[in-house]
């Protein structure tokens, strides 16, 4: 297939979803992934788009009020100049190139850049430290690095034959990014791009072991992300808000790929401090349609006040971590709009969601997305198909939006793939409707007595409680029923911690949860966070074993 049939192909599939968005069966039924033998979204999808295109594609609004708007056609020239800049500097197919940039248009154009020249991105936040990028560096084999100016010094313990480039300021020994200006705006590639050529090299945030390497190509993102501008309702022209830092796998998802597949602008808010009212002022200035947020940002929002947003967005969804009911009802209040749901991984595009315009069933994450033929595991016999088990994905015609597998760990990969299926890690159940609620991880999830506990679904009912901003709930050892659960939380404002909010957090407990259920500890506590903002509820429940947690944990016996 040519460059221009695979264009079409892309866009024929694009249109189809655009046209069925409200329309699940049709979509679902209806929607064939495309699978172009090459294919390089941003020459053969982007450029196509931008040419003559004067419309806003990303809008970036400091904290201090200074803006950038950029349009698709600038976008095009400026990362045609960094692309033949970063090939002067001695970037070639297959080169791995750390990006560690802030949400600024630097990121953006160095991406469009870098799938130009088939070179391989490993996206990494600002956060990271010397450790982790040197994890980095010698796992992702890394050949250049493109960082902020301020972070150069970080690199000084990373050792490596790697070509340095600094962006927003001098540092000795590195390359200038701003020297990319000057380049030349016209781009000739210097090789077709073959569709299963490695794209994107991402080190998983890490919440129960070791960062794993997912290895996504020219197509398993660019393509696979049609899903993901599905679930979200974006069409040509919104302008879309996704709150996330970049580095992370959902920064690409609604921030480059899903947002640009349906020719809707990336608009961003930066900010030092999260600030609600701030955020929903600039919604309101700038007109967003549409918007998704992790659930840590949702839990946050709904302590502040949301009719301060005049005209909420058309649009709104959630993705990171399961979405609790309570937020969901908050939000429903003040909008007058249903956060939707949405379930995939670093590993995948969206797999499971609640679209627009589809009728939503209370704590369900929805039905598969188009593209992808979900099953239930079941754990005991390893049969699909079943009522509760773990979410895995129909490997006898592999969706586009699944990674190749985990760089350089072949058993890995082997047993995520066995048996014909991708195995998720997380457990769902399954109603006569097809819709999939969530269980909790396969590791999170514990016996109580001989019942099977899910950490989430006690966790929201924590939430449904005014005192309470955040929640996380472990096992901790009990010598009558093995194990209890244990909810470490974090206070809303005008709450002290202390034994009068355990006594009315256990008979909130009590009243709205099952006996078995029932939270028998409680411990006011931050909650450990990966830099992706994901709660490490692996340490919570370390920390509990090892009986290390804080000196003032309160019992529901002693306080009845």
């Known amino acids: 297939m040519s460059a221009s049939g695979a264009t079409e192909r892309f866009r024929e599939a694009r ?33 196509v788009i931008a040419a003559g295109n004067g419309r806003t594609a990303l809008h970036i609004v400091e904290e201090d009020g200074s803006e950038t708007r950029l349009t698709f056609a600038e976008m095009s020239a400026r990362s045609n100049r960094v692309a033949n800049w970063l090939r002067a500097q001695g970037v070639r197919p297959g080169d791995r190139l750390i990006v560690m940039l802030g949400n600024q248009a630097e990121l953006w154009e160095t991406a469009l850049a870098a799938m130009k020249l088939r070179a391989v991105v490993i996206p990494a936040t600002p956060l990271l430290g010397p450790g982790d990028l040197r994890d980095r560096v010698e796992r992702g084999k890394a050949r250049h690095v493109v960082v902020r100016a301020a972070d150069t010094g970080k690199f000084d313990a990373v050792p490596g034959e790697y070509t340095r480039i600094a962006v927003g300021g001098a540092a000795p020994g590195w390359a200038a990014y701003e020297e990319a200006h000057a380049a030349d705006s016209g ?8 569709a299963d050529d490695p794209l994107m090299l991402y080190f998983t945030s890490g919440t129960t072991a070791r960062p ?16 993901t501008m599905y679930w979200i309702g974006l069409r040509p022209g919104d302008v879309h808000l996704n709150i996330s830092s970049p580095g992370w796998a959902k920064h690409a998802w609604s921030n480059l790929f899903a947002p640009w597949n349906a020719e809707a602008t990336v608009f961003i808010h930066n900010y030092t401090r999260f600030d609600p009212a701030r955020l929903m002022a600039e919604m309101d200035r700038h007109g967003v349609t549409t918007f998704c ?10 302590q502040a006040d949301l009719s301060a947003l005049r005209t909420p967005p058309r649009e709104v969804v959630a993705a990171g971590e399961p979405l609790n009911p309570e937020v969901i009802a908050a939000v429903r209040r003040s909008w007058n709009l249903t956060v939707r749901d949405g379930f995939g991984q670093t590993e995948t595009a969206v797999q499971v969601s609640n679209s627009p315009g589809q009728p939503l069933k209370p704590g369900s994450m929805g039905r598969p997305g188009p593209g992808f033929r979900v099953t239930l595991i079941d754990p005991v016999t390893g049969a699909p198909d079943a009522e509760e088990g773990e979410i895995a994905l129909d490997l006898s015609t592999p969706p586009v939006g699944l990674m190749t597998g985990y760089h350089g760990d072949a058993e890995r990969t082997s047993e995520a793939m066995a048996g014909g299926y991708y195995r998720t890690g997380d457990i769902a159940s399954r ?19 001989d019942y099977k506990v899910s950490p989430f679904e006690l966790e929201s009912a924590l939430l449904e409680h005014e005192a309470v901003a955040e929640a996380a709930v472990v096992p901790a050892p009990d010598a009558v029923r093995l194990a209890v659960p244990k909810a470490y939380v974090v206070l809303a404002d005008g709450w002290e911690p202390g034994p009068a909010t355990a006594k009315a957090l256990f008979a909130h407990s009590r009243a709205v949860l099952a006996p078995y259920q029932r939270i028998r500890r409680i411990e006011f506590a931050e909650l450990p966070k990966t830099v992706s903002g994901k709660i490490r509820r692996v340490e919570l429940r370390e920390r509990t074993a090892a009986g290390t947690g804080a000196a003032e944990e309160y019992h529901e016996g002693d306080l009845r």
């Open 15 to 47: 249109d189809f979803l655009l046209r069925h968005r409200e329309d699940y069966r049709t979509a679902y039924d209806g929607f064939d992934w495309p699978r172009p033998a090459r294919f390089n979204w941003a020459l053969d999808w982007f450029d």
């Open 187 to 194: 781009f000739t590639p210097d090789g077709p791009t073959e």
């Open 212 to 227: 794993k390497l997912v290895e996504h190509t020219h197509t398993s993102y660019p393509v696979g992300h049609l899903a």
């Open 293 to 302: 947020a992790p659930p840590t940002v949702w839990r946050m929002l709904i």
């Open 431 to 449: 109603d006569e409707d097809g819709y999939l609620f969530y269980v909790g991880r396969a590791d999170d999830v514990f016996k109580a007595s």
